[in-house]
């Protein structure tokens, strides 16, 4: 059975701040109009760090296409460096693993999509090969909606 939430079901809302202090709702990402991945991550999971490069990446070329949020746990400091040093511009903090685990998401790294109306669009994506599958489905889904606007 695939990890996470059912598939079309409503995906949890939340709010947590940001590395600035603010706080950013799901409600607030969707605001876009864009399909939400969600990254589960933690400055202390080696694995998450090797990803962190890729996520930067994902961020600055999808933009127009999918919002890439991490959600991280961890000291501010630890992600305010790691969000610096990767190009990273949208990392929101949570403490413990709360969000995380009401998306059905028990570790670190792993990944979900939620669709343009706020339902879960994905199982959750275990580990970097996963998640870049992920990524490159969500893209193309997403490039094949707006094609048709």
């Known amino acids: 059975a695939a990890a ?3 598939l ?4 949890p809302e939340f709010e947590l701040p940001d590395l600035e202090g603010e706080l950013v ?3 607030t990402l969707r605001e876009r109009g864009l399909p939400v991945l969600l990254l589960f991550s ?8 090797a990803l962190l490069p890729r996520i930067g990446r994902w961020q600055r070329e999808h ?18 460096a790691s969000a610096s040093e990767h190009g990273l511009t949208q990392v929101l903090r949570q403490e ?6 009401a998306y059905g998401a028990n570790g670190t790294p792993m ?8 339902r879960v669009a994905s199982p959750v ?4 090969n996963a998640i870049d599958a992920l990524v490159a489905t969500a893209v193309q889904v997403s490039e094949e909606v707006l094609l048709h606007v």
Not at 125 to 128: I, L, M, S, T, V
């Open 4 to 6: 996470g939430l059912p």
């Open 96 to 101: 413990g693993h709360a969000v995380g685990l």
């Open 42 to 49: 933690d400055p202390a999971c080696g694995p998450c760090s």
């Open 111 to 118: 990944g979900v999509l939620v669709d343009l109306e706020g």
């Open 25 to 27: 709702s799901l409600r």
């Open 125 to 128: 994506a275990a580990g970097a």
């Open 63 to 80: 933009d127009s296409e999918l919002a890439v949020v991490v959600v991280s746990n961890g000291a501010d400091d630890d992600n305010r």
């Open 8 to 11: 079309g079901a409503d995906a």
